[in-house]
């Protein structure tokens, strides 16, 4: 299985890089404690002056004397944290309603559709801007936001699967066997929905990357002092003529994992298409 | 005979694979004169279709000429630029496709993808070639030409979409005209008309044929001559009349013996079967890649490589076997001792079922509508069947024969009318209504090898479910032994538990969906076309698998099928469906010969060789009202058939037709009214 | 009309001055309080202390030309309710304040040629410029300020002013009902009808409830100009006013756009146009648009872009030292701020002066946890706050938070200094067993908490007096008391100092009352800061002030 | 076909009503009222309890939403303007008028009049971005989709990924580093003023493209994948083994099939550019809508985030409507089935 697994990835360079880079952000968040060179609040009055990069600070000082290395390495935990999350919730509810919907038809899929038809129409920025807005930015308010933006468009594509899946014979024989829905729905439909559902997973964890980059970048972010590199990147944007090291390092730690997640559910995908 | 039209020689065509190439066709060499009609058979995978479109140097992505070489006309085409490429496509050699459906552009109107068809390789203006196009729509039988030009792809049905594709292909006057597997997916009806189409086409035209098909019958019908190929390789070749009637090859003998002729009736219930399935492109078998299902095969002589040089039988009949010489004849299935089944008790009784599938609005909801104003899938179907019969339902695509078995089976609610299972009525109780002794008590096999397994799933655990809900079993090992028994009945080997669907052949996948059904000792089995999907050679085995397991438990068998030679072989009892509706019911003998109802008629003309042409038609939607045929009907009483409901006749056997003729009538008429 | 008296105490002032006993700032200050007009401080100072004033010498400016000036453009259309220090920007141009607080912290007659206060500080007279006259060529009357005073005190306008004048003009009133949530609705009057009284067309005379020093200071709060009565109180474009400028365009969060009205009563104005440019709350797009010329200077530039602009061939670097601040202000009405030990042990924990560095660094001055700044004439010099974990652990302990407390501090999202202010906080308290959560929230949501939030960072504007601030938000039930601090003993000081003209009196009265609010008051206050700017170097005349205001009359453009 | 247009608008307009409750309830239920809102942060507890009275704040939420409804439809008069209410608001339109959103709390002037003077500068900003995303979007797309697996295939897609993995405002930080900073070349704020030394066209370049970097890699991508999947359908092979010239075929043959799935997609992409929009005119200042909704949410400016919401969901809708014109244009079997 894992030999499998590795020899699809080995087929797909897009995909080996994509992993590569999510792997190794994840080494890093869940190595925190012990490569983080410094405590990530902790201040260093001293460097507070002089904030570029130095031997002391390999990546500078952010502009509250804070090393620049430690909170980027602690925000790759905050972001390890944030985003699968978020990304799991959203999907949870995504698959609990399209999985029925497509499966059952009917009022509940009439509903089901309806309701997501009527969250879709909103801007995802904007759910996301009067939610914050309206119930304060914290790590469950963003899992919230998340998931009502993206909770209908992942039951669009389980019950898009499903709909498909449920004329497949192998249905029809657990139908014929008298299998409860739920029975059908998990473990007969929703296990071969799972390679588009992974793809538009790895798609919709890098939206989430930059979604919190940006909610931080307008101000309603995660609280600080959580190192998250989105807080970072805002905290110190303004700064960028002046101490580019502050903002830029952070700007390349985003985009490198959101570039991982896209590369990995492209070559998911290409290898799916085979 | 002028210089041939088509030189190849010696082809070797590779793809790329994860793990190198993999050649696909092999010593590929066949000259084809300027009008002369070639037939290619062969299973899937057998690389026929490849070496088709590479005679328009057309290859799939990843795919490469190794060596060999093309002629057409004396021109080397393999080495050939985009440009003259272009000109040798549609312009010397024209092609006609599988899926007619899907080979036609969906947002171009006929007329634009006819004229941009002719004016790539002939010179003149818009109308010329719109008025060239209307001639040839009307050639290929289209009936109202100026509508069709400007309709669109998905408005033809399937029959109309592959005249088209035939007329596109003519448009342009091609010396040869490639035909790949044109009439797969189509009703046998309306395959019928198209191979006659074709066939005519090709003599008045006398332009070069090439016809690809797994269905030898069919390119018997209409090439002068056929080449067998298997494995990448063609194995025999030679004048339809050598390859019919004195086959060399073992797999070209098998081939024939496997499928049963319609016209025969049935000595034995059991089919001549070939072992094992063709190897998987990639695999390398040294010397003749069938020996590993040869009955005649002789180690250390059929596995070198000298065993598949050409041999010469007979002038143009050529064969690539080591025993070619050795006079084989076909190992046949021995004769089982003929059980005659006695008609049992009644477990299914229908009585007048209809199904309508109601229309729902935006909220998902049902609307309330008249249902006699809804077109019916099921309409007043009575019937019933006896303990350890085999019943056949046969019908074309729409004739309503699987909505009937998924209404048995429980997928499906009844509309209207009584489903008695054991007794019990069932039309309106869902599978998951309906008590677990009655779920085990009917099982069915499904269609499709590729979807009948969760591919999510191993072997082991999707026999186990069915052991664990169906056979009232309990115990992870008791459920193993079950599953073991199970696959042994199936002729699988254990070691299959922990494979998954995707590892399985098409055969292998069936057999493992017979084991399924197979798991709680059903009373009932519902096999729908359980084995259509499957390569001829498969199908054989298939079909003595179910009977075996048929005969020794006593299963009753509901058999929906197309395929009217294979149901008049197993059969006890016959159901002929249409729109809906029964039309004729009786023992095979009855229904396989006069006096028989006008759709029986039709599709035993259509299946038998040697047969009158059929009219191309386009079948229309049956009508609401009276006989369903009427639309299609040849002998239509008109006033009458489309008007009122035809009466149930009936003998004392039990052989019965609904239709306006009288008994003296049916199979009276030998002649077709040649109406359009 | 008698010539106005002199209060009684600049006689002492003049000598004190004199002998060095109260600095020039503080002579002129108070001098100019006390009613005398500020030519005439600045002429006693220059010949006492021999400095030429600044005010004097002016070069003769060059006239024309169009200003732009970038700033957040707000809807003006009712000064009363301004809510912020970039509203006056706009409408200070066209309709004036009576009075006038300059860049150097000294309050003077504006639309007043003079005011005079009683001995006890509670009535005050004020006498009006003759040569003022309206855009409409109406002079400029009693009546006008007597309408707009009471407007401004009326519960139906809303204005801040009302906040600031309740204590000395003004009575609440139950009125019997209750709203929605059962909450009793107050209104305000007049404490007595005669409070705001015309005593001529040209004198108009403030009699107070209790003494105040301030209420010069009070009459140039940013709502508090005077408008054109016959207008009913709505300003826009085209209203009528006594200022240099007129308004002719305005676009919301876009822009404002003035012209030059001849005939101003006061000197310039020197510009034909100003444009005030609203190029959106980003800071960055503040210092883009200098830096690309789009404007010729900003209504105030954050610290932060110094070191981008500072070596700007094209622009003049601004700064004012200011009594601008923000205080983490600790609710009394919350555990564990309840207990003086808590609160004394918040600031124990607290090195300001490494907070100021990391807040502002060469921009700030560190401040001493009591909010009375050493520009402020009262201040008192106490001993600089030391940092003690250890003592502020021990008071932590004794209130009965041995494990330390857990608290939530609200602060608002911008400006972005308030969250380094925060971070260098929470990290030294940290030591302490203070474990604080910092909570940002969008600016207008801090004003819904901000004076009920237990632990929150609030700015504070700068104002001229250090009792001003005092009385504002520490003295018990004061409209602001954001704290919810009630101390007799503070109260009282605080009565005490308020009715001390003398700045070096009062300073040893405030000297007691910042080591109160050292020992038990609400707040950790860290750092003064200043306010800088950018102008391009073709403006002159520009002097950077310490609540922002801009006198576009005095502005010029070199060619 | 016209039943069809006109079912898809029966469901916008229930889509629509239904999307307006979600957002009023959410935007009504945020803390603070909004008489505090209006009377600004020094305001004394007495001032806001007398205009929560005066305004029925107190009432349920369906029936302030019908209220609400009904002011917007002209039918209600809407409080906020009335004298007595003492706010000094006032609308020359009048208190009652099809499309009243009562008046933003933060610029104290009606949102008609607020948006109605901002929603053109979006509507040129997103226009510009798509006139120049599509043309751009669609060459790069269609070349690298009719040569899957090439180099200019490789080159485009693996570009494509890493711009559409980029934040906007990573983007923004980006282009003003280089714009401005470096090359100074162009203004760090497009407040799209006139006379000042930078003219609207240089105003816009920033802007567009930030917008066009961060959308067009994604259309880009998707419409390589509809172009290089449309190359491999059978009736593609058709047109090739009809002799037809390969331009022909790409022209006639797959770019209309292959446009049809990105239709949704590039029209979906309009939302996005919204969502971009509101961060891009942050950054550079620019006065469309998007700024003045984030500015107005954070403010808490009830009035303005809901018409503003609602104008973006109109957008939404509109689209979704456009391209349901453009499937009917594209597919016959929409047209005639």
Known sequence: MMRTILRRFSRSPSALIGVTLIVAWGLVALLAPLIAPYDPSAIDFAAAADPHPSLAHWLGTDSSGRDVLSRLIWGARTTYIVVPLAVMSAFAAGILLGVPAGYFGGWFDALVSRLSDVILAFPALIIYIILITALGPSLLNIIIAVTLAYAPGVSRIARGITLALREQDYVAAAQARGESSLYIMFAEILPNARGPLIVDLCLRAGYTVILTGTLGFLGLGLPPPTPDWGGMVVESAHLLPIAWHMAVFPCVAIASLVIGCNLLADGLRKEGLK | MSAPLLVVDNLHIAYRGDAGDVTVVKNFSLTLGSSETYGLVGESGSGKSTAAFALLGYLAEGGRIVSGSIKVNGAEITTLDEEGLRHLRGGDIAMVYQEPASALNPVLTIGRQLVEARLAHRPGNKAQAL???????????????????????????????????????????????????????????????????????????????????????????????????????????????????????????????????????????????????????????EGCAFVPR??????????????????????????????????????????????????????????????????????????????????????????????????????????????????????????????????????????????????????????????????????????????????????????????????????????????????????????????????????????????????????????????????????????????????????????????????????PAEIFAPPYHPYTEALLQAAREGRRKVPAFDPAPPPRTGCRYAGRCPRRIDGLCEIKEPPRQATQGGHVIFCHLSWEQFGAAQTFSEGD | ?????????????????????????????????????????????????????????????????????????????????????????????????????????????????????????????????????????????????????????????????????????????????????????????????????????????????????????????????????????????????????????????????????????????????????????????????????????????LPDFYPLLKDNAALQYYQVTTADTSVVRMNLKHKPFDDAKVRQAFRLAIDPVKANQITFGQFSTPAEHHHVSPIHPDYAKLPEPQRDVEKAKALLAEAGYKDGVDVELVIQQNPPHHLRNATALTEMWKEAGIRAAIKVVPNPQYWDVWMTAPLGMTVWAHRPLGVMNLALAYRSNAAWNESAFANPEFDKLLDEAEAIPDPKARSARMADIEALMQREGPIVQTYWRNLISFYDKKVVGFAMHPTYMVFCNELAIKS | MIRFLLRRIGQFIITFLAASFLLFAVTEFSPGTVASKILGPYAVSSQVDLLT?????????????????????????????????????????????????????????????????????????????????????????????????????????????????????????????????????????????????????????????????????????????????????????????????????????????????????????????????????????YPGVGSLLLQAALFGDIYLVQALTLLALLVAVGTQLIGDLCYLALDPKIKLG
């Open chain 2, 131 to 285: 008025a060239d196009a209307a001639s040839m729509l009307t050639k290929v039988r289209i009936g109202d030409v100026q509508a069709m030009l400007r309709r669109y792809p998905h408005q033809l049905s399937g029959g109309q979409a592959q005249r088209v594709v035939i007329a596109m292909a003519l448009l342009a006057e091609p010396k040869l005209l490639v035909l790949d597997e044109p009439t797969t997916g189509l009703d046998a009806t309306v395959e019928a008309g198209v191979v006659d189409l074709i066939g005519e086409l090709a003599q008045k035209i006398g332009m070069g044929l090439l016809y690809i098909s797994h269905n030898l019958a069919l390119v018997g019908r209409i090439c002068e001559r056929v080449g067998v190929m298997y494995a990448g390789r063609v194995v025999e070749e030679g004048s339809t009349r050598d390859i019919f009637g004195r086959p060399r090859h073992p797999y070209t003998q098998a081939l024939i013996a496997c499928r049963p002729v319609a016209g025969e009736a049935a000595t034995s219930r059991r089919l001549t079967v070939i072992p094992g399935q063709p190897p998987a492109p990639g695999i390398h078998i």
């Open chain 4, 53 to 285: 009275e005066k305004l029925h704040l107190g009432d349920p939420l369906l029936l302030r939403y019908l209220r609400w409804l009904g002011i917007v439809a002209g039918v209600v008069e809407n409080p906020l303007g009335d004298p007595a209410i003492g706010l000094g608001l006032s609308d020359p339109r009048g208190n009652r008028y099809v499309g009243n959103f009562g008046y933003s709390l933060m610029l104290k002037e009606p949102v008609v009049d607020v948006v109605g003077e901002r929603i053109g500068y979006t509507a040129l900003l997103t226009l510009l971005a798509i006139l120049v995303i599509i043309p751009v979007s669609l060459a790069a797309g269609v070349a690298a989709g009719v040569n899957p697996g090439r180099p200019i295939d490789r080159v485009l897609s693996m570009g494509a990924v890493i711009l559409t993995s980029l934040p906007e405002f990573v983007v923004a930080v980006a282009l003003l580093l280089v714009g401005v900073v470096w090359l100074g070349l162009l203004p760090g704020t497009s407040p799209m003023t006139q006379g000042g030394r930078w003219p609207l066209s240089l105003q816009l370049v920033l802007p567009v493209g930030v917008l066009v970097i961060a959308s067009a890699s994604y259309v880009l991508r998707i419409v390589r994948a509809s172009v290089a999947d449309t190359m491999r359908k059978p009736y593609v092979r058709t047109a090739l083994l009809k002799g037809l010239k390969r331009r022909d075929i790409i022209l006639h043959h797959v770019l209309r099939n292959a446009m049809i799935p990105p239709i949704t997609v590039i029209l979906l992409q309009i939302n996005w550019l919204l969502t971009g929009v509101v961060v891009v005119e942050s950054i550079f200042a």
């Open chain 3, 1 to 301: 009309m008698t010539r106005p008296r002199d209060h009684d105490y600049l006689p002492i002032l003049k000598r004190d001055l004199a002998d060095g006993k109260v600095s020039r700032r503080s002579f002129l200050r108070t001098a100019t309080l006390l009613g005398l007009s500020a030519a005439s401080a600045y002429a006693f100072a220059d010949k006492v202390t021999g400095v030429p004033s600044e005010a004097q010498a002016q070069d003769a400016k060059p006239k024309g030309g169009t200003l732009r000036i970038s700033t957040t453009v707000y809807d003006v259309k009712s000064p009363a309710i301004a809510s912020t220090t970039a509203h006056p920007l706009i409408y200070s141009q066209v309709v004036e304040y009576l009075t006038k607080t300059g860049a150097d912290n000294v309050t003077r007659p504006h639309l007043l040629k003079s005011w005079e206060p009683s001995t006890d500080l509670k009535t005050w007279t004020l006498h009006l410029r003759d040569d003022v006259k309206w855009h409409s060529g109406r002079p400029f009357v009693a009546d006008d300020v007597v309408w707009n005073l009471t407007r401004l005190l009326s519960d139906e306008v809303g204005s801040s002013v009302l906040g600031l004048m309740e204590g000395y003009l003004l009575n609440s009133v139950d009125t019997g009902k209750v709203d929605d949530k059962g909450k009793k609705i107050i209104r305000h009057e007049l404490w007595d009808p005669k409070a705001i009284e015309k005593v001529d067309d040209k004198t108009v005379r403030l009699n107070l409830k209790a003494p105040q020093l301030a209420v010069p200071e009070h009459l140039f709060h940013y709502p508090a100009v005077m408008l054109y009565p016959e207008e009913k109180g709505v300003f826009g474009p085209g209203a009528i006013g006594t200022g240099a400028f007129t308004l002719k365009e305005l676009n919301v969060s876009r822009n404002a756009v003035l012209e030059a009205k001849p005939g101003y009563w006061g000197e310039g104005p020197y510009l034909d146009r100003i444009e005030f440019i609203d190029v959106g709350g980003n800071e960055q797009a503040i210092v883009n648009a200098l830096i690309s010329g789009q404007v010729d200077g900003a209504f105030q530039i």
């Open chain 2, 294 to 587: 040869c009955p005649h095969a002789v180690p250390g002589r059929c596995d070198q490589a000298a065993a598949i040089a050409v041999k010469t039988i007979a002038g143009k009949h050529f064969v690539r076997c080591a025993r070619a010489d050795d006079e084989l004849s076909v190992v046949t299935a021995a004769p089982e001792a003929e059980t005659q089944s006695l008609p049992g008790r009644e477990v299914i009784r229908i009585e007048h079922l209809s199904k309508a599938y109601l229309p729902r609005n935006a909220f998902g909801l049902a609307r309330r509508v008249d249902l006699t104003q809804l077109p019916k899938a099921n309409d007043d179907i009575s019937l019933s069947v006896r303990q350890s019969e085999i019943l056949s339902v046969v019908g074309e695509s729409g004739s309503g024969k699987s909505t009937l078995a998924r209404i048995l089976i429980g997928l499906e609610e009844a509309s209207e009318g009584r489903v008695l299972l054991l007794d019990q009525d069932v039309a309106r109780r869902r599978a998951w209504r309906r008590p677990r002794s009655l779920l085990r008590a009917l099982q069915m096999v499904f269609q499709n090898p590729d979807s009948t397994l969760n591919p999510s799933h191993k072997v082991g655990a999707i026999i186990g479910r069915a052991v664990k809900r169906l056979g009232q079993i309990q115990g992870r090992q008791a459920i193993t032994a079950r599953v073991d028994e199970l696959l042994a009945q199936v002729q699988l080997p254990q070691s299959f538990t922990g494979k998954y669907p995707h590892e399985l052949s098409g055969g292998q996948r069936q057999r493992v969906g017979i084991a399924r059904a197979f798991a709680g000792n059903p009373d009932i089995i519902i096999a729908d076309e359980p084995v259509s999907a499957l390569d001829v050679s498969v199908q054989a085995a298939i079909v003595n698998l179910l009977l075996d397991m048929q005969r020794e438990s006593g299963t009753t068998f509901v058999f929906i099928s197309h395929d009217l030679a294979l149901v008049r072989h197993i059969s006890d009892r016959v159901v002929v469906m249409f729109g809906g509706r029964i039309m004729e019911t009786g023992r």
